[in-house]
């Protein structure tokens, strides 16, 4: 019997929109039932305590890493996508039609097309009108019935049931029992299929300045796979805790994160572990002060093998990288003079090497870490935020311009 694949959706979510153009060819390749699942975000935004406009309470340097992620994920995608001037636009009309029209694919497409290519209003009966008669359907008998109380009740049902199944955003895929929220998930669920993605061939050659601090398990991840970003990497050690600071962002995103979404970005980092062959274990201490392993660092040059003892002992180990004489026996164990770089830590000059390179960090729109900044030839300084923006990030490196 085949597996199902719910994909769950709204129409407002350009995210949502690239995924709904692969998931029916990721159904394909592995033989899986897709699962058409429309349901209604600002329902669900507001069940979790989510702000209904969330794009505007992003700093600005993560509103334009946003907007060059989103672009991203298009272009290697191959869709169209604009950001349409009046958005979010109100899409409950457009997805009671695909109830009304029994989950009819070709209309998703069509109205996904409306809104992210050519910036339509899918809340006008007109343009819903013209999205039904273009794929083949009784535009008429179909709006009419999209305004039956069967079908407003259906889709209060399944944003509901979406909210009581741990559904935070879009898109949202179930694999039995399994959520993966995202596009970029869509690997992970193909493997969960059964399927074996195909990844990336990438040789970078271009320059890429890494940005980490201790205290974040992505940045551990990106650690342990920095050698994927090619020969020319100049890591940056930076004080994560200034940056949010300055940014207005919380010291701890995790621990202001829904329920659901700190259950799921705690499933993300044992799959991302998982799949990268790496041993991860949280650590009893969290969060921990990272200032004297990264001035530790700054003070012995940065070399990489110190970089990921320091990043295994925390997120591996459980061993507390706060504690100077922990410090001193990891970097003693590379052959370093453990002593003497945890004195240098407290030096002048080395205090303010870790403050200049957050700042630089600031300057150039980090704002949190993993953070890689890589330097093409073609399109100029190209930034890429996440452990998961890891392998777009090396494509940019190997000159992959549909990755920049």
Known sequence: MAQRLEFWFDFSCPFAYVASTQVEQLAQRTGAELDLRPMLLGGVFK????????????SPAKARHNLDDMRRQAQRAGVPLRMPPNHPMR???????????????????????????????IGDREVLARALAEVGLDAAAILARAESPAIKDELRRRTDEAIARGVFG????FVGDQLFWGQDRADMVEEALGGAPVGLVASPT??????????????YLAIMRAAELGPQVRWRPI??????????TPDVPLFVQSPEKRRHTMQDLDRQAARAGLPFK????????????????????????????????????????????TVAAIADSLALDGAALVAAAETPEIKQALATSTAE?????????????????????QLYWGADRLTLAAAAAGGDVSAM
């Open 206 to 219: 271009a320059p890429v300045e890494f940005f980490f601090d201790y205290s974040s398990p992505f940045a």
């Open 282 to 325: 949280f650590p009893a201490r969290f969060p921990v002060r990272t200032v004297l392993p990264l001035r530790v660092t700054l003070a012995a040059g940065s070399p990489p093998p110190l970089v990921r003892a320091l990043a295994t002992a925390l997120w591996a180990e459980d061993r507390d990288i706060s504690d100077p004489a």
């Open 47 to 58: 069940a979790r305590g989510t702000p209904q406009n969330l794009a505007a309470t992003l």
């Open 170 to 173: 879009v898109p949202t895929y």
């Open 361 to 381: 960090a600031e300057a150039a729109g980090v704002f949190g870490v993993p953070t890689f900044v890589v330097h093409t030839r073609e399109r100029g300084p």
């Open 91 to 121: 899409t409950v009309a457009a997805l009671r039609c695909v109830l009304a029209a029994g989950l009819h694919l070709p209309l998703v497409h069509r109205i996904y097309r409306a809104y992210w290519d050519e910036n339509a209003d």
């Open 239 to 248: 004080l994560l805790g200034g940056l949010f600071r300055n940014l207005g």
